[in-house]
């Protein structure tokens, strides 16, 4: 096959993936247990995991974005905790990175990338695109080997759901994601977002929802 076909070969895939990955926003892996009653006057109120964040304002913050998607959804706002329904204990974070070493052959070979998985590096497979979360290198269409490393972040958000009255359990959801980025301030609205896309779900079912760029939303 000549240089000029082997080009036009990889960009087709190539633009696609670039494409996709700029038109879709955070993948998000969501797990979900139910048993959510329908909304009929019931209040709750939002509280977090750890006790040191009581009175947080980036608590509030995020707090206030699972509130208006309550509200959204048929509920309201309790004054105080003894007066409300339900509590919703609420958890997020982002872990500290993991580096990713990707190695692009050139024309000579199968196109290899690393199987990651939250039980670490698993070597090369040989397919053409990377299985898992969304993986933001593609690789290179020259006749030469390169090496890139990264950097990758995992993120999370809990929510619980619990009767005030008896303690009994309404709702454990959790929503992950891996990303370049470790700025909560842009990954716990989406994460949030993605939790109550389609809210409160199948119980029992993890579904990959991705939330689109603000500029696509509405």
């Known amino acids: 096959m000549s240089i000029q076909k082997k080009l036009l070969t990889l960009a087709a895939p190539l633009a696609l993936l670039t494409l996709a990955g700029c038109a879709t926003g955070l993948p998000t892996q969501v797990s979900r247990f139910q048993a959510m009653p329908a909304p009929a006057g019931q209040s709750f109120v939002i ?12 608590f509030s913050q995020y707090a206030d974005l699972v509130r208006r998607n309550l509200i959204a959804e048929g509920y309201s706002e309790a004054p105080s905790a003894s007066a409300a329904t339900f ?8 872990d500290g990175g993991r ?20 039980w670490g590096y698993f070597g090369a497979r040989p397919y053409p695109f990377y299985y898992g979360w969304s993986d933001p290198f593609w690789d290179s269409p020259w006749d030469y080997p390169e090496v890139r490393s990264y950097v990758v ?3 999370f958000v809990d929510m619980d759901i619990k009767r005030t009255a008896d303690g ?16 909560l301030t842009t990954l ?3 994460l949030v977002e993605a939790m109550f896309t389609g809210f409160p779900g199948n119980s ?4 990959r929802i991705t939330v689109p760029p603000p500029r696509e939303r509405g």
């Open 47 to 58: 509280q977090p995991v750890a006790p040191d964040l009581q009175g947080s304002l980036e």
């Open 87 to 94: 509590v919703v204990s609420l958890d997020y974070g982002v």
């Open 153 to 155: 972040y995992e993120s």
């Open 204 to 207: 029992g079912e993890t579904v």
């Open 168 to 183: 009994q359990s309404l709702f454990e959801g959790t929503a992950r994601a891996r990303s370049r980025t470790d700025d």
């Open 188 to 190: 716990v609205p989406n």
């Open 99 to 118: 580096t990713k070493i990707v190695t692009t052959p050139g024309f000579g070979g199968a196109i290899h990338r690393p199987y990651f998985s939250r």
